[in-house]
């Protein structure tokens, strides 16, 4: 299994990036993806998670900024990110968990996740 991150790169407050995560080696429709991050100095932290029929659950620093999308055609999944703050800089992951159960909303913590991609990093200068 493989999940390769990538859209990463440095902008400024106030500006929109979009990540992508493009899964490989596995059967995606099965899988609930989700996004977290690691701010420089702190622990990793639960950003979003999306189920297989594309429900989502964000974490409350995001909501209403963040979106996270799939395509199951693709195997990909999307985070897209607007109103960028410099405490949105960090090194984002993306995560794979083989979703059995219907809602997935309290998948949040690290050791739920069973695939994790390499990162990609998201600075937001002030």
């Known amino acids: 299994v493989q999940l390769q991150a990538s859209g990463g790169g440095l902008v400024q407050a106030g500006d929109s990036l979009r990540l992508s995560c493009a899964a490989s080696g596995l059967f995606f429709t099965n899988y609930a993806m989700a996004w977290f991050r690691q701010a420089p100095g702190k622990e990793r932290e639960f950003v979003a998670v999306?189920?297989?029929?594309?429900?989502?659950t964000y974490a409350g620093s995001v909501t209403g900024r963040f979106t996270s999308s799939r395509d199951n055609v693709k195997s990909t999944v999307y985070l897209t990110m607007n109103s960028l703050k410099p405490e949105d800089t960090a090194v984002y992951y993306c995560?794979?968990?083989?979703?059995?159960?219907?809602?997935?909303?309290?998948?949040?913590?690290?050791?739920?996740?069973?695939?994790w991609g390499q990162g990609t990093l998201v600075t937001v200068s002030s």
């Open positions: 999306i189920s297989r029929s594309g429900s989502t």
């Open positions: 995560a794979a968990k083989i979703q059995s159960i219907p809602n997935v909303s309290s998948w949040r913590n690290l050791n739920q996740f069973d695939y």
